[in-house]
């Protein structure tokens, strides 16, 4: 897996949209850019993935720029159940596991 | 549909024990993946199994161990338990292709005394 960077925490207002960057300077062509987030001590719950192309899905957008070295996971309208820790990996998920790194702690403001 | 199901949700056991954990993937899910996740760290990944079979492993001491059944579902044994075994152990379910996704179950919370 590719070494993903990302600010150990960052703090939103609620109903502001919260953006989550992702550096991955070093990804290869294979990899996949994955976003989960852990809701204190509970399991990691999927978000979103994308290869090169920007995706949407009912929880967030992921933006990746055309270089593919980093990428943006945005939360529209950020909730107070919002509050996680997220996690971006890059992977060949199939032909390899999924690596987590130290992630960033979102807070969300009310 | 069911999501992935891990049992039991706590275990507490006597150091120099044994631990099983079990799981279930989702419906249709091959692979299976195995993580251990220390009070306040991130997660480490421990096994992956798919169609039976030990894909990969992470860097941990052999009396970790685990399988796969016929029916997908998992155990993870952890034998000669030290109080650092103390942990949140997760299970990962994914079909075996690129462009998937993981599905993570609830975890086991084993404490060691």
């Known amino acids: 897996d590719a070494k993903t960077t990302q600010p150990p925490s960052m703090d939103c207002a609620e109903g502001r949209a919260a953006n989550l960057p992702c550096n991955h300077s070093?990804?290869?062509?294979?990899?996949?850019v994955y976003w989960y987030r852990q809701i204190h001590s509970q399991g990691p719950q999927y978000i979103i993935h994308?290869?090169?192309n920007n995706e949407t899905n009912e929880m967030a957008s992921l933006i990746i720029t055309e270089d593919r070295k980093s990428s943006t996971l945005i939360l529209p309208h950020a909730t107070l159940r919002d509050t996680a820790v997220y996690y971006c990996?890059?992977?060949?998920?199939?032909?390899?596991?999924?690596?987590f790194g130290t992630g960033t702690r979102l807070t969300i403001i009310p | 549909e069911a999501g992935v199901t891990q049992s039991p949700t706590h275990l507490i056991k006597t150091r120099g024990q044994q631990a099983t954990l079990r799981c279930s993937p989702i419906?249709?899910?091959?692979?299976v993946y195995w993580y251990q996740q220390a009070l306040g760290l991130g997660l480490q990944f421990l096994l992956w199994?798919?169609?039976?079979?030990?894909?990969n492993r992470g860097n941990f001491p052999p009396r970790f161990s685990g399988r796969q059944f016929p029916n997908y579902s998992s155990e993870l044994n952890v034998n000669a338990l030290e109080l650092e075994d103390s942990a949140l152990y997760l299970c990962?379910?994914?079909?075996?292709?690129?462009?998937?996704?993981?599905?993570f179950g609830q975890g086991t919370r084993l404490t060691v005394v």
């Open positions: 990962a379910s994914s079909l075996l292709r690129r462009d998937t996704e993981a599905f």
């Open positions: 419906s249709g899910h091959t692979s």
């Open positions: 070093t990804i290869s062509g294979n990899e996949y």
């Open positions: 994308g290869l090169k």
């Open positions: 990996i890059a992977s060949d998920f199939g032909n390899e596991k999924l690596t």
């Open positions: 199994y798919d169609e039976g079979e030990e894909r």
